[in-house]
C-alpha cells in the first residue's frame, strides 16, 4: 500500500490524478493512512457514463468510510 512506502520516507502528503468523482473517496483514502495534505488533478471534460460513475461513486464513498483498516 501507499502507507508502506511513504513511512519509511517521511512523506506527510501526496498528489492523486483521477477523474473528477473519485477525488473525494482518494481524500479519504489517504486520511484514513495519515496523509492529510492531497493535492489533486482531473482532466476537465464530461463523458456521458460519467453520469453513472457519480452515482457509484456516493454509495463507494460511504462504503468505504465504514471500512476499517486495522
Do not use: C
Request: aromatic letters at 22%; zero cysteines; charged letters at 25%.
Amino acid at each position: 500500500s501507499t502507507k508502506l512506502l511513504t513511512d519509511p520516507l517521511g512523506f506527510d502528503s501526496a498528489i492523486a490524478i483521477t477523474n473528477y468523482y473519485h477525488i473525494t473517496r482518494t481524500r479519504l483514502t489517504f486520511a484514513k493512512f495519515g496523509i492529510k495534505r492531497v493535492y489533486t488533478a482531473h482532466a476537465n471534460f464530461f463523458e456521458w457514463r460519467d453520469g453513472y460513475s457519480l452515482l457509484r461513486e456516493f454509495f463507494g464513498y460511504y462504503k468505504y468510510l465504514l471500512l476499517r483498516y486495522d
